[in-house]
């Protein structure tokens, strides 16, 4: 039985697509490494922690002598790179965790796999042709777009946060792996996820947290900042299908094709408790204007359209529809 490596799977994507993906590939096993920080928590993944082709290992993906060990315990045919410092507010307060994690990390990863799996630039081991490295990646390496657009696999990046910078630097790296040493790695970059199991401090779980518990509602400067929301296990099926399917070196953007501006978000979300969770005024006479972020993009939004047309994938939510499960998800926990 083949063994795959997932980092950073005790957070908000990993913790989706690990159960996902077990479900669907019963003959593989899966470990996850993953070191725990804030966004990371074990009983996202509370439902498989049974299941006997599931493996935890808590620990650093920059620990070059523990991956070699992983590595060299399990014979990974696969890696599936989540693990990322990911919180652009804590990208602006402390940048050099995130280019340690995201940058060095990300190599440390290619690294030893390449090592552990190749003989040479283009020469595979015998037994390892199919071993395949795949990065996960954000769509905001390419920067800030206009009122029209939209940002494709060919669109230049422009990084505009701590955060943003240090993850187009390790989508270079593993660019670098595949033309230097023709190494088996794809990338997929995706727009903003929502979903369950998310941290508290991301826009939707602070709107229904803030909301249910009578605080103000923060929204940065006029919320009419816009984002491409994608469900998070419409994302975990992108994912899958990439890394089965898609071409080797290859990019694939995976986006929802649901622009939605915040202050679009933080209503629909408060009319949905106002029937959900009635009280005597509505939840919308919680929202507040906070000063906004420094260099905060204006709008993202991706063209799916390779992975579309080339794997035939698409999202099954639309935001009104993903939504309303993901407010029941967090009623559920906040409640």
Excluded at 248 to 271: P, Q
């Amino acid at each position: 039985m083949q063994t795959i490596l997932i980092t950073g799977g005790a957070g908000f994507i990993g913790a989706n697509f690990i159960p996902y993906f077990l479900k669907n590939n019963k003959d593989l096993q899966v470990v996850n490494l993953d070191v725990l920080t804030y966004a990371g928590n074990v009983s996202n993944l509370s439902e498989i922690k049974d299941n006997s082709r599931y493996t935890f290992i808590k620990g650093d993906i920059c620990d070059r002598n523990l991956v070699e060990e992983l590595f060299n315990k399990y014979n990974f045919s696969g890696v599936i790179h989540f693990a990322a410092e990911s919180h652009v507010d804590n990208s602006i307060k402390n940048p050099d965790a995130f280019v340690r994690t995201n940058v060095f990390g990300t190599f440390n990863l290619l690294d030893i796999a390449r090592n552990y799996w190749m003989e040479s630039p283009n020469v595979y081991k015998e037994g390892y042709q199919d071993c395949r490295f795949h990065h996960i990646s954000t769509d905001e390496v390419y920067g800030t777009l206009g009122e029209i657009g939209l940002f494709t696999e060919e669109t230049s990046y422009a990084p505009n946060s701590p955060y943003s910078a240090s993850k187009a630097s390790s989508d270079f790296m593993v660019r670098s792996y595949f033309h230097t040493y023709r190494m088996n790695v794809i990338t997929t970059n995706c727009s903003n996820n929502y979903g369950p199991k998310q941290h508290d401090e991301k826009l939707i779980p602070t709107i229904i947290r803030k909301a249910i518990s009578g605080e103000n509602i923060p929204i940065y400067g006029d919320g009419k900042n816009i984002r491409d929301w994608l469900y998070v296990l419409d994302h975990c099926k992108g994912i899958e299908l990439v890394y089965k399917k898609g071409i080797t070196g290859e990019t694939y953007n995976i986006g929802g094709k649901n622009e939605r501006d915040n202050l679009y978000i933080a209503n629909i979300i408060c009319e949905i408790l106002d029937k959900e969770l009635p009280k005597e005024k509505s939840y919308k006479e919680q929202i507040s204007f906070v000063k906004d972020r420094p260099g905060h993009d204006f709008r993202y939004a991706i063209d799916a359209s390779k992975i579309e047309n080339n794997l035939g994938w698409n999202a099954q939510e639309n935001f009104e529809t993903g939504i309303k499960k993901t407010i029941q998800w967090y009623l559920e926990k906040y409640n």
